[in-house]
């Protein structure tokens, strides 16, 4: 299962913190779309699907949240709490994200643009588009 923490580089002064993100330093893609989930409720999860053909960098700006990313098979939760560290989540895995803190701004660099056809929206679809019985 191919997701990974990836550090950014964060250069601090008495001023404040500047975390830089770049291609292909940090992101291994060519990044075509960012998008910002935020002003989610405590206790309201998003995600809950995934992508045929998309890879994705997720971070938490301000907050936090927890990602759960599954390949039908393995499963891992990562706590995103520091903007200096992304998730890199590779295409084809089932993405949840969970916990959003109050007040959590979640960035999303994509290798695609939006094609909502292009990902499995339900579970029961992932499992068959992975090749797994989805009643067993």
């Known amino acids: 299962?191919?997701?990974?923490?990836?550090p950014f580089r964060a250069n601090v002064d008495p001023r404040g913190t500047l975390t830089a993100i770049e291609e292909p330093e940090h992101v291994p893609f060519p990044i075509k779309r960012v998008f910002l989930v935020h002003d989610v409720e405590p206790g309201v999860p998003r995600g809950g699907h995934a992508h045929m053909d998309t890879d994705q960098v997720i971070l938490a700006a301000h907050g936090s949240l927890n990602v759960r990313v599954t390949d039908g098979e393995s499963e891992a939760t990562f706590a995103l709490t520091d903007p200096t560290?992304?998730?890199y989540v590779a295409r084809m895995l089932w993405v949840d994200l969970l916990?959003?803190?109050e007040e959590t701004s979640c960035v999303v660099l994509a290798s695609t643009n939006y094609d909502q056809s292009r990902s499995y929206r339900t579970w029961n679809d992932y499992l068959v588009g992975i090749g797994k019985d989805a009643d067993g």
């Open 1 to 6: 299962m191919d997701a990974r923490l990836i």
């Open 99 to 101: 916990d959003f803190t």
């Open 85 to 87: 560290y992304g998730l």
